[in-house]
Nanobody, 127 residues
Framework: QVQLVESGGGLVQAGDSLRLSCAFS????????MGWFRQAPGKERVFVAA????????VYDDSVKGRFTISRDSATKTVYLQMNSLKPEDTAVYYC????????????????????WGQGTQVTVAS
């Protein structure tokens, strides 16, 4: 079982930065792939970024590449999403997701790949 708790959302101005955190708790040992998704009002939930169980591999959606950085701290069991140069179109509810992976280098990029989800945190970027 994996539990996820996001934090760090808020209201910012265009060009500002925010860092989202996702604290995860696990009861068994294994490789866990982590990801961030977002859902804007009236739209589907879409992929933002993912990080492998080892933390050595990452992948980003083109819309955030170069502005967002995903990272993980195994000691504190926390995944971060550093968001720089925020734009109004980044406004959405951001969700952290997790899934067990057989190999620790696997990257998961679709919502269907993930079994565990956080409750979401609102990010609003004003123009």
């Amino acid at each position: 079982q994996v539990q996820l708790v996001e934090s760090g959302g808020g209201l910012v101005q265009a060009g500002d930065s925010l860092r989202l955190s996702c604290a995860f708790s696990i009861r068994t040992v294994g490789s866990i792939g982590m990801g961030w998704f977002r859902q804007a009002p009236g739209k589907e939930r879409v992929f933002v970024a993912a990080i492998s169980g080892s933390g050595e591999r990452t992948v980003y959606d083109d819309s955030v590449k170069g502005r967002f950085t995903i990272s993980r701290d195994s000691a504190t069991k926390t995944v971060y999403l550093q968001m720089n140069s925020l734009k109004p179109e980044d406004t959405a509810v951001y969700y952290c997701a997790a899934a067990w992976t057989v190999q620790n280098y696997v990257l998961l990029t679709t919502a269907q790949d993930y079994k565990y989800w956080g409750q979401g945190t609102q990010v609003t970027v004003a123009s």
